[in-house]
């Protein structure tokens, strides 16, 4: 009880802040709870990017994780954007680098190079599009090319191979988190719940993937409950994301596979890290310009796809 009249207490201070830096608080599906619930925005990748896009805050604090707030960064050149925890990373985003990425295209000539968001501002400034998993196959469909490079999920990467007819080059990274849940931990979870509708995220391995009823980022499961009349979802993705499909869902049961599903980088971000960044505006997240711009074109390009 105490407990939670301090939390509140530092969710006001924290408003407060906001409110004197005119900040804007965007926060990823998979953050805690708390952090979603003080967010004035919560989304997949691609709705925080179109967010820090276009506010006219003068400070972004991103809730997530570092290539989440360099894209920010990028995207939105003038503004302060704030990673309250700069050990927040992305295991995948560190499996390719730039050299990689150039050493695929002298492999494949020609064949342009689509980054999933998840990479270093680096690597996409030498890529040709970005893509995240709420666009990926509309954005691979969208170039002329019948040969593309995909780095660095595999998985993702494998899923969109299936899903257009070009010849797909891909590099082998891949989420821990996501790639570990078995495809046998899937099965027993189905027969458990026979009657439930399965959703999972493009980054779990092929074999999972198979089974399931729906293949969605993360916003696109939110989207996809909430128009929904089914009364039962397995959800194969970071468990952060029960936060809104409870809120916007109460009526409906989720249930995940037994696995634990947590990504601990997705947990780096407490109030606390808000709190302290908010007062010293710092850690900020900057690009040096020459990366800047290449990573920036990368993103726009992807931006610039009419959504479905
Ligand atoms: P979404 O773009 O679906 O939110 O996924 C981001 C991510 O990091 C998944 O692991
Ligand atoms: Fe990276 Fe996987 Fe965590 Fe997403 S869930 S941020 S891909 S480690």
Redesign the pocket.
């Known amino acids: 009880m105490e407990q939670d009249r301090e939390q509140a207490r530092q969710v006001d201070a924290i408003r407060r802040l906001a409110r004197e830096h005119d900040a804007l608080i965007l926060a990823h599906n998979?953050q805690r709870d708390e952090i979603q619930a003080l967010a004035d925005i919560t989304g997949d990748s691609l709705a925080l990017s179109i967010e820090a896009a276009r506010t006219d805050k003068k400070v972004i604090v991103f809730c997530g994780?570092h290539f989440m707030a360099e894209s920010a960064a990028v995207l939105a050149p003038d503004k302060i954007v704030l990673l309250p925890n700069p050990e927040a990373g992305?295991?995948?985003?560190d499996m390719v680098t730039a050299e990689g990425v150039q050493a695929m295209r002298s492999k494949y000539p020609g064949a342009p190079v689509v980054a999933y968001v998840?990479t270093s501002a680096a690597v996409k400034a030498v890529s040709d599009i970005c893509c995240t998993s709420a666009n990926a196959v509309q954005v691979v469909r969208s170039l002329p090319e019948k040969e593309v490079i995909l780095i660095p999920?595999r998985n993702l990467g494998q899923f969109i191979a299936s899903q257009v007819d070009k010849l797909c080059h891909l590099w082998p990274g891949y989420?821990?988190?996501?790639d570990e849940l078995l495809a046998k931990q899937v099965a027993i979870c189905r027969s458990a719940h026979p009657q439930a509708l399965c959703l999972a995220h493009p980054?779990c391995h092929p074999d999972v993937l198979s089974q399931a009823d729906k293949i969605l980022s993360t916003g696109g499961m939110l989207d996809y409950v909430r128009k929904s009349c089914h009364p039962q979802f397995i959800i194969a993705t970071?468990r952060g994301i029960l936060f809104k499909l409870q809120e916007e869902n109460p009526d409906k049961e989720f249930i995940f596979p037994d696995y634990e599903f947590i990504?601990h980088?997705?947990k780096r971000v407490t109030l606390d890290h808000v709190q302290r960044c908010l007062e010293t505006l710092q850690p900020r997240i900057t690009v040096p310009e020459e990366v800047s711009r290449g990573a920036r074109q990368a993103l726009e390009k992807m931006l610039a796809i009419p959504r479905d």
């Open positions: 998979y994780v992305c295991p995948m985003a998840n999920d989420c821990p988190i996501h980054e970071e990504c980088d997705m």
